[in-house]
């Protein structure tokens, strides 16, 4: 089975600093994954798709890479905004097995 | 826009039924699947089933035989059903919208998931 394994589980940061957030699979996923931003009380928001491409609306600071198993998100200039937990997930099985990893907690100081 | 509605409470051995409303699009897209998902503290964000608008269905191999996902287009709302609930069952369950790849045998890779509804609570109790 296909695992997805975020780290770290936890970052915390100041403002304006850098994150950069791992996503390693246990097995090659191409380029097809996806990065989401979770906020408290909040639905998952669509970051990023086929491993570097930002969704709509998606500031320029948010940037994915990677691809094989090893993929990364980067958050540059970060701001209060950006506390929230990350999700990755791949897809493009067949028959389809959509599945997320564990999440990395980002907290801003 | 997507906003799931159903019951915040079920009983165990008793079945779960959700609706999600779509409204500012159409249910009928050809491009989309739509989709539910649940996220637990135990599981994190689970993927249970996708229907496409013609009734196209594809369903997570861990609750297959309990699930039944389906469309009325009429009503723009697609809907889940989960019977013989337990406990496991609790979580916060998910609307959403995504994309799909057909390649050449008429085969759908569904992907990410673009739309989210804002969710909605359910909890297995007696």
């Known amino acids: 089975e296909l695992v997805l394994t975020q780290s770290p589980v936890t970052l915390s940061a100041s403002p304006g600093d850098s994150a950069t957030l791992s996503c390693r699979a246990s097995?090659?996923?191409?380029?097809?994954l996806a990065w989401y931003q979770q906020r408290p009380g909040q639905a998952p928001r669509l970051l990023i798709y086929a491993a570097s491409n930002r969704a709509t609306g998606i500031p320029h600071r948010f940037t994915g890479s990677g691809s094989g198993t090893e993929f990364t998100l980067t958050i540059s200039g970060l701001q209060s905004e950006d506390s929230a937990v990350y999700y990755c997930?791949?897809?493009?099985?067949?028959?389809?097995?959509?599945?997320f990893g564990g999440g990395t907690k980002v907290e801003i100081k | 826009q997507l906003r799931e509605s159903g019951p915040g409470l079920v009983k165990p051995s008793e079945t779960l039924s959700l609706t999600c409303l779509v409204s500012g699009g159409s249910i009928s897209d050809t491009k989309s699947y739509w989709a539910w998902i649940r996220q637990s503290p135990e599981k994190g964000l689970e993927w249970i089933g996708s229907v496409y608008f013609n009734g196209t269905t594809y369903y997570s191999a861990s609750l297959k035989s309990r699930l039944t996902m389906s469309v009325d287009t009429s009503k723009k709302q697609f809907s889940l059903r989960l019977t013989s609930v337990t406990a496991a069952d609790t979580a916060l369950y998910y609307c959403?919208?995504?994309?799909?790849?057909?390649?050449?045998?008429?085969?759908?890779?569904?992907?990410?998931?673009?739309?989210w509804g804002p969710g909605t609570l359910v909890t297995v109790a007696s």
């Open positions: 997930q791949r897809y493009n099985d067949w028959p389809p097995l959509l599945t």
């Open positions: 959403a919208r995504g994309p799909f790849y057909s390649d050449r045998s008429g085969f759908h890779y569904l992907k990410w998931f673009d739309s």
């Open positions: 097995q090659s996923l191409y380029s097809n």
